[in-house]
């Protein structure tokens, strides 16, 4: 089992910054990729960013250049720097954990409200 808690969560004004964690804890965190997702009110979850155990990131397209995944396995925590947010950047940020070879072992955090308003 894996417990992820979310956090960094807030209210930002368009054009800022904000950074989230997510810790985990649980065995074999530096063996699953991990990952963040978002949910806006009255859509489905998309994607945001991927990242395996080698450190290859994945990124949804409308958040290139803009955000950055990185994960310390020594801590057990996985990270999302924001960057030029715009309002459309308003959700529910979810941290994901997901084994490569046991797709049943697939974990969820509880999520940390992201608001991008002036």
């Known amino acids: 089992q894996v417990q992820l808690v979310e956090s960094g969560g807030g209210l930002v004004q368009p054009g800022g910054s904000l950074r989230l964690s997510c810790a985990a804890s649980?065995?074999?965190?530096?063996?699953?990729?991990m990952g963040w997702y978002r949910q806006a009110p009255g859509k489905q979850r998309e994607l945001v960013a991927t990242?395996?155990?080698?450190?290859?990131?994945n990124y949804a397209d409308s958040m290139k250049g803009r955000f950055t995944i990185s994960r310390d396995n020594a801590k057990a925590t996985v990270y999302l720097q924001m960057n030029s947010l715009k309002p459309e950047d308003t959700a529910v940020y979810y941290c994901n954990a997901k084994n490569p070879y046991r797709s049943e072992f697939d974990y969820w955090g509880q999520g940390t409200q992201v608001t991008v308003s002036s």
């Open positions: 990242i395996t155990n080698g450190g290859t990131t």
């Open positions: 649980g065995s074999f965190f530096s063996f699953y990729v």
